[in-house]
């Protein structure tokens, strides 16, 4: 079965999450992952064709900031808050606030 590969806590960068959070369709993700516990992949609606939604989730994935796990063909994708909100304490809170 194919797992994805998620940096440690103490591995995530502010620079990386920054970088990720510059994207208007990423700050997206994270606003709806903020209000949810998990989300599949088939719930964003985002209107993008697949390749682009699963670049834009690897980024996220990549950096930190999104952990997905698989339960058959399933994705469910979650917010690691615990994480960020211990590397860079406010940093999540204030770019939630600041999303329109």
Do not use: W
């Not at 994935?61 to 960020?84: A, C, F, P, V």
């Amino acid at each position: 079965m194919r797992q994805y590969q998620h940096p440690d806590r103490e591995n995530i960068s502010l620079t990386g999450v920054l970088y990720a959070l510059s994207d208007p369709t990423r700050l997206q993700i994270v606003k709806m992952l903020a209000t949810q516990q998990e989300i599949t992949c088939g719930e964003f609606c985002l209107e993008m064709s697949k390749s682009t939604q699963s670049h834009h989730f690897k980024v996220l994935r990549d950096m930190g900031i999104m952990y997905t796990r698989l339960e058959g063909t399933q994705h469910y994708n979650s917010l690691r808050r615990e994480d960020l909100d211990a590397r860079f304490p406010n940093l999540l809170d204030a770019v939630l606030n600041g999303i329109n």
